[in-house]
């Protein structure tokens, strides 16, 4: 089946230090799964950060940035300076369009900032 | 914006208990989901749902009965709680496109 591998966390970074939580995928039955970053800040639902859905591409958000890779299957998220308000938990995950607009989703990555 | 709303946002019941989890979503999706959420584990899908009336098996299903009774409303079902269904639950809906899912605030159930 498909799987999400991402950073084991908790990830620990001072503010203003750049990030870069890893994210690889494998996708047997998907030819080309949309990816996706979350992200769920203390006690809230997950909310969207970003998507690609096309291989090649660079999504962006609030900062935070991805490139999908077809090549390395990876969708690694990457930041050149953290803020405080970045704590939160990081998820990756594979979509499957081709059937029930399935998401598989990576274990997370908690993210600390220190001040 | 999608609105997906869960209740209650906390719960303790005992074991062999019933419990049901609500969602409602407001955007006139065809999708929903329930998700369970524990430490070590990510998100791990256990019913989902075409639309009313319609219902689909997760990867992890066992314990959990769920119904879908309009668009806007999904249902899970504990008959006979048991501690390891102790977690964090998530409700999500999509409306087929790229499967981009907006999730709801979430549920944490304890069972004693």
């Known amino acids: 089946g498909d799987s999400v591998t991402q950073t084991e966390g908790p990830v620990t970074v001072s503010e203003s230090e750049s990030l870069i939580i890893n994210c690889t995928y494998s996708a047997t039955s998907i030819a080309y799964p949309n990816l996706f970053w979350y992200v769920r800040y203390p006690g809230e639902g997950l909310q969207l950060l970003l998507k690609?859905?096309?291989?090649?591409q660079k999504g962006s958000s609030r900062g935070f940035e991805a490139t999908y890779n077809k090549e390395t299957t990876s969708f690694h998220l990457q930041k050149a300076s953290v803020q405080e308000s970045d704590s939160a938990v990081y998820y990756c995950a594979l979509g499957d369009t081709e059937g029930a607009d399935r998401l598989t989703f990576g274990k997370g990555t908690q993210l600390i900032i220190q001040p | 914006e999608a609105a997906v709303t869960q209740s209650p946002r906390n719960k303790v019941t005992v074991t062999g208990g019933n419990v049901t989890l609500s969602c409602r979503q407001t955007?006139?999706?065809?999708?929903m989901y329930w998700y369970r959420q524990d430490t070590g584990h990510g998100l791990r899908l256990i019913h989902y749902s075409y639309g009313a009336g319609n219902l689909q098996i997760g990867d992890v299903p066992d314990g959990y009965k769920a119904t879908r009774t309009t668009q806007e409303d999904f249902f899970l079902l504990l008959e006979l709680a048991s501690p390891s269904q102790t977690s964090l639950y998530f409700c999500?809906?999509?409306?087929?496109?790229?499967?981009?899912?907006?999730f709801g605030p979430g549920t944490r159930l304890t069972v004693l």
């Open positions: 999500a809906s999509s409306g087929g496109f790229y499967a981009e899912q907006f």
């Open positions: 690609v859905i096309t291989a090649g």
């Open positions: 955007n006139s999706h065809n999708y």
